[in-house]
């Protein structure tokens, strides 16, 4: 089978562009992710002006961010004297 055939077979095969436009300028995204899911997380969290952005409390200026998992980086990075929940928690353990 040819590598070309192979890619029509697997949907996860990239590249997936993505085609909405930007508000602001007018033009399509054209942003490029080599899955299908990171392409449908991209449009959900950067496209979708109907979802819920968290802001950053401790930050002076207005800081926010389009996924709260981006905040739990954000403030283990920035702010990594701040206690927080889910601050200790490891990677993979879901605490259960």
């Known amino acids: 089978m ?4 192979l890619m029509e077979r697997n949907s996860q ?3 997936h ?3 909405r436009l930007n ?3 007018g ?8 899955r ?12 979708n002006i109907r979802k819920q952005k968290v802001r950053c409390a401790i930050c002076q200026e207005e800081k926010m961010f389009s996924r709260s998992d981006a905040l739990t980086r954000h403030m283990r ?7 927080f929940p889910g ?4 990677r993979g353990s879901r605490g259960d």
């Open 36 to 47: 299908p899911y990171d392409l449908t997380r991209h449009e959900d969290t950067i496209h």
């Open 13 to 15: 095969t990239g590249p």
């Open 17 to 19: 562009k993505c085609e």
């Open 23 to 25: 508000p602001t300028t």
């Open 77 to 83: 990075v920035v702010h990594p004297e701040i206690d």
């Open 2 to 5: 040819t590598s070309s055939a």
């Open 87 to 90: 601050k200790h928690r490891k």
């Open 27 to 34: 033009k399509p995204c054209n942003t490029v992710f080599s």
